[in-house]
């Protein structure tokens, strides 16, 4: 039976379920909290808290030997419990309120990271996350990359719906079979060639940019920037305008 068919209480919802269980989906449920019961599960290895309305993640710091965690579309600001979950292969954090992503540091086991959608702007923590195969930050408020040099293990790479207009540290990721990039801040770099690089572009200025030009005027620098970046044959562009 699908759960979202119960009228239940959230804090029995575990109740009767083996202690010994290693994956549980408590995902699209409605919950406000975590039902504090799950700190009991400590052989879980999958774990999807994903479609809730959790804010309070501090139960999880208990289920260490979690591998997967799926904690998307939620209300979580604080994700501080995650550091002590350092068996983690895969996390999904996309599409919360989280700024402060320090703790993802100690999660150097990490191979899949997703945090599409959030209010961060400083990912100097993921440096230390070198066995990264795969990471999405699209729809952050990143623009400066630099430390993703350090990643050399990755191969997918998820940045479109950012303000970037460079990518001079890619290069060195050998092992990066795709980037996906969004466009228009490459097109106002080609067109402004003053704007230093990884210079922040706020969207009113890009939409500025484009208001000044027909449409095959920007479809001649878009060219230009295809030209440019076309040894760069594993970019994906994107367009979020």
Avoid: A
Avoid at 89 to 102: F, K, M, V
Avoid at 109 to 115: A, C, P, Q
Avoid at 142 to 152: A, G, K
Avoid at 173 to 178: A, I
Wanted: hydrophobic letters at 35%; a negative charge; one cysteine or more.
């Amino acid at each position: 039976m699908d759960f979202n068919e119960w009228d239940f209480n959230e804090w029995d919802l575990l109740d009767g379920w083996h202690y010994d269980k290693t994956e549980i989906d408590l995902s699209q449920l409605s919950l406000n909290n975590i039902p504090p019961d799950l700190s009991k599960f400590e052989n879980l290895i999958e774990l999807d808290l994903s479609r809730n309305n959790i804010s309070n993640i501090i139960t999880l710091q208990h289920l260490t030997n979690l591998e997967i965690l799926y904690l998307h579309d939620n209300n979580i600001r604080d994700i501080t419990s995650l550091q002590y979950l350092t068996n983690l292969i895969t996390l999904g954090l996309c599409n919360n309120n989280i700024s402060d992503i320090t703790s993802l540091q100690y999660l150097i086991n990490l191979k899949e990271l997703d945090l599409f959608d959030n209010n961060i702007s400083d990912i100097s923590p993921l440096q230390y996350l070198t066995n990264l195969k795969e990471l999405c930050l699209c729809i952050t408020n990143i623009t400066d990359i630099t430390i993703l040099q350090y990643l050399t293990n990755l191969e997918v790479l998820y940045l479109y719906s950012n303000n970037i207009n460079d990518i001079p540290y890619l290069q060195n990721l050998t092992n990066l079979k795709e980037i996906h990039l969004s466009i228009e801040p490459f097109i106002v770099q080609e067109i402004n060639p003053q704007l230093s690089i990884n210079q922040q572009l706020d969207n009113e200025m890009i939409k500025q940019v484009y208001q000044s030009y027909t449409k095959d005027e920007i479809e001649e620098y878009e060219n230009k920037v295809k030209e440019k970046y076309k040894n760069y044959k594993i970019i994906k562009w994107h367009y979020y305008f």
